[in-house]
């Protein structure tokens, strides 16, 4: 049932003692802290084979590449949308994702309001920050954070369940500290009828530091699967 994806085994016997360590570390150990396997450029059946592992949780980029995949996942798969998102393209997805991370304006998070209140659901939604504050990234600023999770939380067909950041690669562990600082705030402080219990960061390079600062969620693409071999 392995061949060929012994690789992949070898990653996940890794990512297992990584984040074990470094809850140790941190003084975490009986904190849940949840791996969720990216799957951008990667094939189907080694998604698959990682699903079969117990890494169930998926996260999608594309709109188009997963809608490619979807048919072929394992009925055990819980997709999560974690890339930049169009609102023309909410109606593709709305149904098949059980949450969109990358909730970054308030006019997307209205268009996904809009579609969900057509379909009777509800979206668990994460607001994406832009913590580096780069021009490169797209994402709320930390300081219009606040106003805009309180206006994003009165809408319809939408549950703000915390925040997912994607750091600059320098220096992650003050950008994790930040983060860490607008998700207390946010839980101390809910908007109402949020239910804010979520932070999502931590990817290949920086998820054994992002456990140091208090993260739920670690987004693993290179590490689980390997280098990508061509740029997302
Ligand atoms: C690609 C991607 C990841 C995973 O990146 P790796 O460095 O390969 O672990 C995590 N989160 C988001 C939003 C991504 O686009």
Do not use: W
């Not at 990234?137 to 939408?158: M, T, V």
């Not at 993260?215 to 997302?232: E, P």
């Amino acid at each position: 049932m392995n061949s060929g994806f012994e690789d992949i085994s070898e990653n996940i016997k890794r990512i297992r003692c990584n984040i074990e360590e470094a809850k140790v570390r941190a003084n975490r150990e009986s904190d849940d802290i949840r791996v969720m396997a990216v799957t951008k450029t990667v094939p189907y059946e080694r998604v698959n084979f990682a699903v079969s592992q117990g890494f169930e949780l998926l996260g999608e980029n594309r709109v188009q590449e997963y809608l490619e995949k979807r048919e072929h996942y394992s009925e055990k798969a819980d997709v999560s949308f974690i890339g930049h998102l169009q609102s023309n393209k909410i109606k593709y997805i709305i149904d098949s994702v059980s949450m969109i991370q990358s909730v970054d304006s308030i006019s997307l998070a209205e268009a996904i309001s809009a579609q969900a209140v057509k379909r009777g659901l509800t979206m668990d939604v994460l607001l994406e920050v832009n913590i580096g504050g780069e021009t490169t990234k797209s994402g709320f600023s930390a300081d219009e954070l606040s106003e805009s999770a309180f206006r994003i939380a009165e809408l319809d067909g939408i549950r703000v369940c915390g925040l997912m950041t994607i750091p600059p690669p320098e220096n992650s562990s003050l950008y994790f500290e930040k983060m860490q600082r607008l998700y207390e705030d946010m839980r101390s402080l809910p908007p109402k009828s949020a239910d804010i219990h979520l932070l999502s960061m931590g990817m290949s390079a920086d998820y054994a530091e992002a456990v140091r600062f208090g993260t739920g969620m670690v987004r693993l693409g290179s590490a689980l699967f390997g280098a990508r071999t061509y740029k997302a």
